[in-house]
C-alpha cells in the first residue's frame, strides 16, 4: 500500500491510527508527508532529542549501518512514499528518549562486537523496535496481577473478564512501526511483542500526550535500570487484534475462542 489516501485514515477504526491522526491531523494531508514532513511536525515538539529526517536518496554513501549513520549524523534516513519508514518517523517523534536510547545501545553493541553476528540485545532491540507494544498497568492495583497472566496466556480472564480495565488500569501503546504498518490492513494472526511499565494512579487520568511524554522518560529509567533487551526473550506475545478497544471485531467474546491466535502457553519441554 503505497498510495497516500487521506480518507483511509480518517474513516479507519482502528484505535492506534486515530491517536496518530489525533496528534499528527494524517487525515488533514494530501500527500506523503515524507522526511520533510516529518521535520515540519518535528518542530512542534520543542527541544526534544529528535533527529533530522532526511530522504533516503538524498544521502551520501557510506559504509556505516543504519544505527550507525542516525549515531554519526544525528539523522533518519526516510525512504519516500512508505508507510514503514513514516510510522518509524512518527514513533520517534513520540519516544524521542527511548528510540535514542535503542540507537546508542545498538551502536554499543556495534563497537564491540562487530556488525556480525549481531548480539542478542540487537536482536532484541530490532525485534521492540518493530513489533513492540508496551503494556502500561496501574501500580497498587489488581492490574499488577493481570500483567503476569498475560504473561501465561491467560486470555480470557486478561481480555473477557477484566476487560474494564483496559483504558484505565491496564493500557497500550503501539510502538513498534511494523505493527502499525500491518494494521493498515490487519488479519487474524497478527502478534507482536510487549513490554511492561509500571505507571501511577493517576496516568490514566492524563490527555495521551502527557502520557505518551510520561512514558518516554518511564522507558529510558526502566531499559537503563535493567537493561531488559540484553536477556532471552525478554518479550511477550500479544495478539494485537485482541487487545481491547482497539478492534471492534473483539468486543464478541467468541473472538477469542480462536486458539490458533490466542495460543495457551506452550508446555515446556521434558529434556530427560
Known amino acids: 500500500m503505497t498510495v497516500w489516501h487521506q480518507d483511509f485514515i480518517k474513516q479507519t477504526t482502528m484505535l492506534p491510527m ?18 520533510y514532513g516529518l521535520n515540519q511536525l518535528k518542530s512542534g515538539f520543542g527541544n ?36 514503514h519508514d513514516l510510522f518509524n518517523g512518527l514513533i520517534w517523534l513520540q519516544f524521542p528518549k527511548t528510540k535514542g536510547l535503542l540507537n546508542q545501545q ?6 564491540l562486537k562487530g556488525l556480525s553476528p549481531r548480539t542478542i540485545r540487537r536482536n532484541n532491540l530490532t525485534h521492540f523496535d518493530e513489533c513492540g507494544v508496551i503494556v502500561t498497568y496501574q501500580k497498587d ?19 473477557i473478564e477484566n476487560r474494564s480495565t483496559w483504558g484505565k488500569e491496564l493500557n497500550s501503546f503501539m510502538f513498534g512501526h511494523a505493527n502499525l504498518e500491518m494494521l493498515l490492513q490487519p488479519f487474524i494472526g497478527l502478534t507482536g511483542k510487549w513490554l511492561a511499565v509500571e505507571v501511577d494512579s493517576h496516568f490514566s487520568d492524563l490527555d495521551y500526550a502527557e502520557q505518551l511524554n510520561q512514558l518516554d522518560e518511564l522507558l529510558v529509567k526502566l531499559i537503563k535500570k535493567t537493561n531488559v533487551f540484553a536477556n532471552k526473550k525478554p518479550l511477550y506475545p500479544l495478539p494485537l487484534l485482541g ?5 471492534d471485531a473483539n468486543k464478541n467474546p467468541e473472538f477469542y475462542d480462536n486458539s490458533d491466535y490466542f495460543r495457551p502457553l506452550p508446555r515446556l519441554k521434558n529434556n530427560k
Open 18 to 35: 486515530q491517536q496518530l491522526d489525533g496528534i499528527f491531523s494524517l487525515s488533514g494531508l494530501t500527500d506523503w508527508p515524507n522526511a
Open 48 to 83: 526534544k532529542p529528535i533527529p533530522t529526517f532526511v530522504c533516503q536518496n538524498q544521502l551520501a554513501e557510506t559504509d556505516d549501518y543504519y544505527e550507525q549513520i542516525i549515531h554519526k549524523q544525528n539523522i533518519i534516513p526516510t525512504r519516500p512514499n512508505s508507510w
Open 106 to 111: 545498538h551502536v554499543e553493541d556495534i563497537e
Open 141 to 159: 492495583t489488581m492490574a499488577a496481577q493481570l500483567i503476569k497472566e498475560l504473561a501465561m496466556h491467560k486470555w480470557q480472564s486478561v481480555f
Open 243 to 247: 487487545i481491547p478497544g482497539l478492534w
